[in-house]
């Protein structure tokens, strides 16, 4: 690649945000979907991971999640999602969240800041379930973590100051945010 083109996609702006909500039907993915998900009539809020995204000026879309392993990572193409659930027969829901433009920029840059910065933790993975459970009854919560995080919490953390709350009555702190109960906040809040 050119260095004028990579100066070009350098000086590309986001224009968009959305977040995003997926499946893939693997072992790990089913267990997150059957320990908090199905709760809604239809049951549709069967989802096992959720990152966040933005559509850039010159017509491409990036992705930032967080991963295990790998911790908060991106931007990469919204293609490598896409065709990793296709070739899953996996799901994928998007939706597009209303910002101003120096929003949408800020927010661009705080998950760009994140990369490499923020790590993943298993151990949360494990308090989640606890608290899905057993915790949520007995008012047992999920210790805060600033430096590690799941990838639920991580779009909670990202778009709360940007007046769109995934926390809910039950889980009140973005640590016991999942993409399943985020997902059935996000159908109240298009309510709303």
Same mark, same amino acid.
């Not at 979907?33 to 990036?62: C, R, Y």
């Given at each position: 690649?050119?260095?004028?083109?990579?100066?070009?996609?350098?000086?590309?702006?986001?224009?968009?945000?959305?977040?995003? /909500?997926?499946?893939?039907?693997?072992?790990?993915?089913?267990?997150?979907? /059957?320990?908090?998900?199905?709760?809604?009539?239809?049951?549709?809020?069967?989802?096992?991971?959720?990152?966040?995204?933005?559509?850039?000026?010159?017509?491409?879309?990036?992705?930032?999640?967080?991963?295990?392993?790998?911790?908060?990572?991106?931007?990469?193409?919204?293609?490598?999602?896409?065709?990793?659930?296709?070739?899953?027969?996996?799901?994928?829901?998007?939706?597009?969240?209303?910002?101003?433009?120096?929003?949408?920029?800020?927010?661009?840059?705080?998950?760009?800041?994140?990369?490499?910065?923020?790590?993943?933790?298993? /151990?949360?993975?494990?308090?989640?379930?606890?608290?899905?459970?057993?915790?949520?009854?007995?008012?047992?919560?999920?210790?805060?973590?600033?430096?590690?995080?799941?990838?639920?919490?991580?779009?909670?953390?990202?778009?709360?100051?940007?007046?769109?709350?995934?926390?809910?009555?039950?889980?009140?702190?973005?640590?016991?945010?999942?993409?399943?109960?985020?997902?059935?906040?996000?159908?109240?809040?298009?309510?709303?």
């Amino acid at each position: 690649m050119s260095d004028k083109i990579r100066r070009a996609e350098r000086n590309e702006k986001p224009t968009r945000v959305f977040v995003f /909500w997926s499946f893939v039907p693997e072992w790990w993915a089913k267990a997150i979907v /059957w320990i908090t998900g199905k709760q809604l009539p239809d049951k549709s809020d069967a989802w096992s991971h959720m990152g966040i995204g933005f559509e850039m000026s010159n017509g491409n879309a990036e992705y930032y999640e967080a991963i295990v392993q790998k911790g908060f990572v991106g931007p990469q193409p919204i293609k490598k999602l896409i065709d990793k659930i296709n070739a899953n027969n996996g799901r994928l829901e998007v939706e597009h969240l209303d910002m101003t433009e120096f929003q949408i920029i800020q927010l661009h840059g705080i998950c760009k800041a994140w990369v490499g910065r923020k790590s993943y933790s298993e /151990w949360q993975l494990i308090r989640m379930w606890f608290f899905e459970r057993f915790g949520r009854w007995v008012g047992l919560h999920i210790r805060r973590t600033l430096d590690r995080l799941v990838c639920s919490e991580a779009v909670a953390l990202l778009i709360y100051e940007y007046k769109y709350d995934l926390t809910d009555e039950i889980r009140t702190r973005f640590d016991e945010v999942n993409p399943n109960s985020a997902w059935r906040k996000w159908l109240k809040i298009k309510e709303a």
